[in-house]
């Protein structure tokens, strides 16, 4: 079975500082990974996402994360947080087989400090 | 914006009643899914339809029914409502039913139920 693990709930940083969001996954079967984001009030919108080929991926507004197999992360780095990077962001997981096997984690909800 | 159009954003509903939630997927996609988002539960995948047909179903509470229509939209039924089911309702599209590389899904804006 598949499960994903985001350590710390809520997050804070100041303007400017890294942002480092974690996420630990399980899967018995080669996963896709994926970081969504999602504003107040609005869905979620795709970061980023791990299929095959390099584990370092590139997403929009500067977020990037790394897959490392052996220590079953995917964590979510941005070099420097801006206030617009304020919101929910969501780490999952899915069998390549079925993508609507996804499994959410539970949020880790990012806060900006002037 | 996503492409993904999701009616009504809010809903006020007295328990037992029955609503209907509507979602018309992005142009060209043929998947379309259905989540649940509360406090309690976090982001749960309710059903799958893919041109029309179920491919899979989640956590999804035999009140509850789903289907898509031969223009691909799609309509959630929630009946026999009930305090606990308030959350917001995301539905979501893409072109396959496979996580291919090119398979990205794509999330409405979700639509918020009160019950009330």
């Known amino acids: 079975a598949q499960s994903v693990t985001q350590l710390g709930s809520h997050v804070s940083v100041s303007e400017g500082a890294l942002v480092l969001l974690r996420c630990n996954y399980s899967?018995?079967?080669?996963?896709?990974l994926f970081w969504y984001v999602q504003y107040p009030n609005q869905g979620l919108q795709l970061l980023l996402k791990y299929t095959t080929g390099a584990t370092l991926v590139k997403g929009i507004n500067g977020f990037e994360a790394e897959f490392k197999k052996s220590e079953t992360s995917f964590h979510l780095t941005k070099p420097s947080a801006h206030m617009s990077d304020a919101a929910e962001y969501f780490c999952a997981v899915s069998p390549y087989s079925s993508a609507s096997k996804i499994i959410f984690g539970s949020g880790t909800r990012l806060s900006i400090r002037p | 914006d996503s492409g993904v159009t999701q009616t009504p954003k809010h809903l006020i509903t007295a328990t037992g009643q029955r609503v209907t939630l509507r979602c018309s997927p992005r142009s060209g996609d043929l998947s379309v899914y259905w989540y649940q988002q509360s406090l309690d539960q976090g982001l749960q995948f309710l059903i799958h339809?893919?041109?029309?047909?179920?491919?899979a179903k989640g956590n999804i509470l035999e009140r509850f029914s789903a289907q898509q229509f031969p223009d691909l939209h799609s309509e959630l039924n929630l009946s026999s409502l009930e305090l606990g089911d308030s959350a917001l309702y995301f539905c979501?599209?893409?072109?396959?039913?496979?996580?291919?590389?090119?398979?990205?899904?794509?999330f409405g804006e979700g639509s918020w139920l009160t019950v009330v």
């Open positions: 899967s018995s079967v080669p996963p896709y």
């Open positions: 339809y893919y041109n029309g047909e179920e491919r």
């Open positions: 979501a599209s893409s072109v396959s039913f496979t996580a291919t590389a090119r398979n990205t899904i794509y």
